[in-house]
């Protein structure tokens, strides 16, 4: 089937960014309907464009969404829509795991896409802060300390049972698909994201049996902070942060909405992660 409609989503503090989005809008723009954020069209003046949200876009028929910058654009991009559509990323930034396409092949990568694409379906943790939810987490949700030097202690429950008090810098509770990103630097496995788990990775733990956890990803997991005066903060996909103190609670649990990104040529798992990692 024929894509009729896309979305465009753009960095806006990146001069090559912006100019992409023209030459994608200026290219496109006879053969489908294009929808940009306002924030991607105001500094470009486009004309032959629809103007409408992120949020609106499903709403508005919006098939396809073309995300042009780096990693840090998807995730804020997936994190404003409850039922994420399936995302092209071209990438603008330096390493980009969730971005497939340079831009030297921009164009011809979406003219496939038009005619009918395929995606792969990533899962997304719901999070909890106390009982109110926050924006989902498509890569981790990170505790950490506030205070460098200040070490931290997190209980950690899986399905009401008690796994461990960790004694740490913080805390990484990661997606497949973040498995890649501050998880593996802080030492967790690379995990193929077409595995159903969650990650559990300490940050500079204080003993040496604390180790990364692989947890089941429909696992209900609980993270507690149980020392006193002492604060953290609680990072979502590294866009959103909040702060947290003794005895508030981190609830984090499967979405039933994944993020989707259209397959390419390109987006093997193992051959991007071989070519991003060298």
Partial sequence: MTVK??????????EDAL???????????????????????????????????????????VELLISVGGDGTVLRTIARMADPLPILGINMGTLGFLVDVNPADAIESI????????????????????????????????????????????????????VEDVRA?????????????????????????????????PLAPFKLSSRPWVVPADSHIKVEMIIPE?????????????????????TLT?????ARFVETSASGFYERVQSKLR
């Fill in 19 to 61: 100019e992409m989005v023209r030459t994608i809008v200026e290219h496109f723009k006879s053969m489908v309907d294009i929808a940009v954020t306002s924030n991607t069209a105001d500094p470009l003046d486009l004309q032959d464009v629809e103007v409408i949200t992120i949020e609106e876009m499903r709403d508005k028929g």
């Fill in 254 to 258: 499967k979405s039933n909405f994944p």
């Fill in 111 to 162: 003219e496939e896409a038009l005619k009918g694409f395929k995606y792969t379906e990533r899962s997304r943790l719901n999070v909890k802060l106390n009982g109110e939810k926050i924006p989902p987490a498509t890569n981790e949700v990170v505790l950490t300390t506030a205070r460098p030097a200040k070490i931290l202690t997190f209980r950690i429950t899986i399905d009401d049972r008690e």
């Fill in 5 to 14: 409609k896309i979305g465009i989503v753009s960095r806006c503090d990146h």
């Fill in 169 to 201: 810098d913080g805390v990484v509770i990661a997606t497949p698909t973040g498995s890649t990103a501050y998880a593996m630097s802080a030492g967790g496995p690379i995990i193929d994201p077409n595995v159903n788990a969650t990650l559990i990775v």
């Fill in 230 to 250: 002492k604060e953290a903060a609680l990072v979502v996909d590294g866009q959103y942060t909040h702060t947290i103190q003794e005895n508030d609670v981190v």
